[in-house]
C-alpha cells in the first residue's frame, strides 16, 4: 500500500507549496491522477515512488515501485536484460505489447508510441508490488493503445496511472484523484462516475455558497435598518437640542432610560452585527472553485501564395529495409489537412520532409513537432522570460486561455511538456502565421485544453496540418485526409482521400 498523512510539499524554487496538508491511499487496483497542465500530477506520482521528499507529513510504502516516465528520449534501465529474459512471463508481455525483434538495436529510430510499449512492457516485466505511469497511452495509434490497457488492466498489484485518456481512466481505475493544488479530491469510480459525482459536490458547494450569500445580504440589509434605527433613537434620548429650563422634558428622557425602551433598537443591532459576522464565517467556510472564462482566437492569416507546398510522387526512406511511398502531393492556402495512421508508419518523416520543402518565410509558419527535448524545453522557457513586455504579455495571454495560469511559468518552475506545448504554439501564434504544421497536438494536453484548442484552431483562416490518433480532433478541424498505412509485404503509403 501507498499512503499519504498530511504531506505538504513545495518546489525548492518556489515560494508556496504546492500541496499542502493532503492525506491518500492507495489500494490495489489502478488509480488515476486527473488535472490540469502543471497541476503537479507528476510531481505527485513521484512523491508516491519515493523520487521527491515532502516538506512535511509522512508516507508509508510497502513494496517496490516501477516507475515509468513520461518522456521516452531514454532506453529504460532493464531493457537489455528484458531482451535476453525467456521465461514465460517476458515472452508473454512481448506478444501482449506487440514488442519486435528488431526494436533491441534499434532504440534511436523507435517512434515514441513504439517507445513507449517498450517502456511500459519493461516495467511490467520486473513484476514490482507497485507500479507508477505517466502518461502511457501518448503517442499511440488506436491498435497500440489498445494493447496497453489489455496490458495495465492484467497488473494486480497497486498502480497509479497520470493520463488524459478517458477510455483507459474509465476501463481500468477504480479511484480517481483530481489534483488542484494545494489540495487533492479522491473520489471512487473510474473517470466518468468521479466526474459525475465531483459535478454534484461542486454543483451542491455553488449552492450552499449562494444560500450563505443570499443570508449575509438580508442580513446586512437588516443590520444597516437598525443601526438606522439605534441612530435616530439616540438622537431622541439626547438632551442636547433641549432648553436647560426644560424640565418636563429632561424628566422623559431620564424614565426611558431608565426603562430601557428606546435601547431596544441599539440591542438589536448589536446582536445583527454578531449574526453578520456569523453569517460572513459560513459564507468564508464553503470553499469553490474558481471558474475562468477561457476563450481565444489565433490571429493568422491567409497566405496570397497559391501553393504552399507541392512534392512529387517519391519515396522516403524509413530504416535500412523500409520506404515510404507517397503520391503527388500540395498543400493549398486554405487546406486543412488531417493526418493519421499507426505508429511507425513515417508520419512524423514525411512531414518533416515537407517542411523542408514549404515555400513560406520562417515567420509565417509554426511546426509543434511530436517532443521537445528536455533541453530545449528548457532554452525556450528561458528565453520567454526574457521577452520583451508586450510580447510576454500576448504570450501568456494565449497560454492562459488554454487552462494554464501564466504565474508558474513566469516562476523558476520547469513547465510540464503540456505547457512547453502551448507556450511553442503561443510563440508562433504571436507573429500571425499562414501555416500551422502540429504533430499529435493533443499530446500532454489536459482534456479541457484539447478543447479548447479545437475551439481556437476552427477560427484559424490559414492552412493547417495536424497529425493525430485523435480522430475526434480530426473529424472536427480537417477537410482533407491523409491516411498512411503500413504492411509487412508492401512497406508503408499515403493514401489521399
Known amino acids: 500500500m501507498i499512503r ?5 510539499f513545495t518546489h525548492s524554487d518556489a515560494s508556496e507549496p504546492l500541496f499542502k496538508g493532503i492525506s491518500l491511499h492507495f489500494a490495489p487496483g489502478w488509480t488515476g491522477l486527473v488535472g490540469a497542465n502543471g497541476s503537479g500530477k507528476t510531481t505527485l506520482l513521484r512523491i508516491a515512488a519515493g523520487d521527491l521528499e515532502p516538506d512535511s507529513g509522512r508516507i508509508f510504502r510497502k513494496g517496490v515501485a516501477a516507475l515509468c516516465h513520461q518522456r521516452t528520449d531514454f532506453r529504460p534501465d532493464e531493457w537489455e536484460h528484458f531482451r535476453d529474459a525467456a521465461d514465460a512471463g517476458a515472452a508473454r508481455i512481448k506478444g501482449v505489447l506487440g514488442i519486435l525483434p528488431d526494436w533491441w538495436d534499434r532504440w534511436d529510430t523507435l517512434s515514441h508510441g513504439e517507445r513507449k510499449r517498450a517502456q511500459i512492457a519493461v516495467a511490467l516485466w520486473q513484476n514490482f508490488e507497485m507500479m507508477l505511469v505517466d502518461e502511457p497511452t501518448n503517442h499511440l495509434d488506436a491498435e497500440s ?11 494486480h498489484g497497486i498502480g497509479i496511472l497520470v493520463s488524459h485518456d478517458r ?7 477504480g479511484q480517481i484523484i483530481f489534483v488542484e493544488p494545494p489540495d487533492v479530491v479522491a ?3 473510474n473517470y466518468t462516475e468521479a466526474l459525475e459525482q465531483k459535478r454534484l459536490a461542486e454543483e451542491n458547494q455553488r449552492r ?5 450569500r443570499d443570508e449575509l445580504g438580508k442580513l446586512q440589509r437588516e443590520a444597516s435598518r437598525r443601526l438606522a434605527e439605534a441612530s435616530r433613537s439616540d438622537r431622541r434620548r439626547s438632551k442636547r437640542d433641549l432648553h436647560r429650563n426644560d424640565a418636563d422634558g429632561r424628566a422623559k428622557l431620564d424614565l426611558a432610560r431608565v426603562t430601557g425602551k428606546d435601547a431596544v433598537a441599539g440591542n438589536l443591532a448589536r446582536q445583527l452585527r454578531g449574526r453578520v459576522g456569523q453569517a460572513e464565517e459560513k459564507l468564508g467556510s464553503i470553499g469553490f ?3 475562468y472564462d477561457l476563450a481565444y482566437q489565433i490571429e493568422g492569416e491567409k497566405s496570397s501564395r497559391d501553393v504552399l507546398i507541392r512534392v512529387e510522387r517519391g519515396r522516403l526512406p524509413l530504416g535500412p529495409s523500409e ?17 493519421s495512421g499507426p505508429n511507425g508508419s513515417g508520419k512524423s518523416s514525411f512531414i518533416r520532409y515537407l517542411l523542408e520543402r514549404l515555400m513560406l518565410p520562417p515567420d509565417r509558419f509554426v511546426y509543434l513537432p511530436q517532443e521537445i527535448p528536455i533541453v530545449e524545453g528548457e532554452q525556450l522557457i528561458n528565453d520567454v522570460r526574457c521577452l520583451e513586455p508586450e510580447m510576454l504579455g500576448r504570450v501568456m495571454s494565449f497560454v492562459s486561455c488554454l487552462g494554464t495560469r501564466p504565474e508558474r511559468l513566469l516562476r523558476g518552475d520547469m513547465p510540464s511538456p503540456g505547457e512547453i506545448r502551448k507556450i511553442l504554439l503561443a510563440l ?5 502565421p499562414h501555416l500551422i504544421v502540429m504533430d499529435e497536438p493533443t499530446n500532454h494536453l489536459d482534456l479541457p485544453a484539447v478543447e479548447l484548442l479545437e475551439t481556437a484552431l476552427k477560427s484559424f483562416p490559414g492552412a493547417l496540418i495536424l497529425v493525430s490518433h485523435d480522430s475526434r480532433f480530426l473529424a472536427e478541424l480537417s477537410t482533407v485526409r491523409w491516411r498512411f498505412t503500413r504492411d509487412k509485404q508492401t512497406g508503408a503509403r499515403i493514401e489521399k482521400s
Not at 145 to 155: D, E, F, P, Q
Not at 167 to 173: G, P, R
Not at 208 to 212: K, L, M, N, P
Not at 428 to 432: M, N, R
Open 4 to 8: 499519504f498523512i498530511d504531506v505538504t
Open 145 to 155: 493503445g489498445a494493447m496497453v490497457r489489455s496490458a495495465l488492466a492484467a497488473y
Open 167 to 173: 477510455d483507459l481512466l474509465d476501463n481500468i481505475c
Open 187 to 189: 473520489v471512487s469510480g
Open 208 to 212: 450552499q455558497r449562494q444560500t450563505a
Open 289 to 291: 472553485k474558481k471558474e
Open 323 to 339: 520506404w515510404l511511398e507517397f503520391p503527388d502531393l500540395m498543400v493549398m492556402p486554405e487546406d486543412r489537412i488531417g493526418v
Open 428 to 432: 508562433g501564434v504571436a507573429h500571425k
